[in-house]
């Protein structure tokens, strides 16, 4: 069975610019977990959806956002692009929202 | 404020010895508590788990100890490998959201 897909593996962008980062969680899985994982840290909590509701949001600002859609796959949204948005975005899949999280790859963004 | 403290940063361990990974929480609400591995470049994965209903937990060489009084539970590796080198997290959750809360991490190595 295929894990939790994430996409682009990496990507480079301009301050100021949009980014959108995809996920596709574990076959049966219903809910997406997104997380930000800056170097020599670990991942802190962005957004969780569950049968396409936000159930959860960490403190980061309204530049971030996400949505799940139908096939319970998600989508990150950051705006604006600050040079301190370089990290490595991982996606965490769920059957519940609870407990046992599986990761993906992750998202290694870069902000210049 | 950090809701889960993580020693020591850093662990060399010789092959065949025992790493030990201690971790620390503050709010009494959290019921979950995984460990999970990383390797470089690559989404952390979930390697063993806990809930406070049960003092230890074994699974292979990796055992979690859990004192809930003491609000801290550990991780052992037995018969370390230089395959396990990697960064370990611990973890914590508790409560409606379902968000994972992460210790800092602990990179171990582990010398041939």
């Known amino acids: 069975d295929a894990g939790v897909t994430q996409s682009p593996t990496h990507l480079i962008k301009t301050r100021g610019q949009h980014v959108t980062l995809r996920c596709s969680p574990i076959s049966g899985h219903k809910s997406v977990s997104w997380y930000q994982q800056v170097l020599g840290q670990g991942p802190q909590f962005i957004f969780q959806y569950y049968e396409k509701e936000e159930r959860g949001r960490g403190n980061f600002p309204d530049r971030f956002s996400a949505r799940q859609f139908p096939n319970y796959s998600s989508e990150l949204n950051v705006n604006a692009l600050l040079l301190g948005d370089s990290a490595l975005y991982l996606c965490?899949?769920?059957?519940?929202?609870?407990?046992?999280?599986?990761f993906g790859p992750g998202t290694r963004l870069t902000v210049t | 404020q950090q809701q889960v403290k993580q020693s020591p940063q850093s662990l060399i361990v010789q092959k065949g010895g025992i790493s030990i990974i201690n971790c620390a929480y503050e709010?009494?609400?959290?019921?979950?508590f995984p460990w999970y591995q990383q390797f470089p470049g690559k989404g952390p994965a979930l390697l063993i788990a806990i809930r406070p209903d049960v003092s230890e937990k074994k699974e292979g060489r990796f055992t979690i100890s859990f004192n809930k009084s003491a609000k801290q539970f550990s991780l052992h590796i037995m018969d370390s490998q230089p395959g396990d080198s990697a960064t370990y997290f611990c973890?914590?959750?508790?409560?409606?959201?379902?968000?994972?809360?992460f210790g800092k991490g602990t990179k171990l190595s582990v010398k041939p």
């Open positions: 709010n009494t609400a959290f019921d979950y």
């Open positions: 973890a914590a959750e508790g409560g409606s959201q379902g968000n994972l809360i």
């Open positions: 965490a899949s769920s059957f519940q929202g609870h407990y046992e999280q599986y």
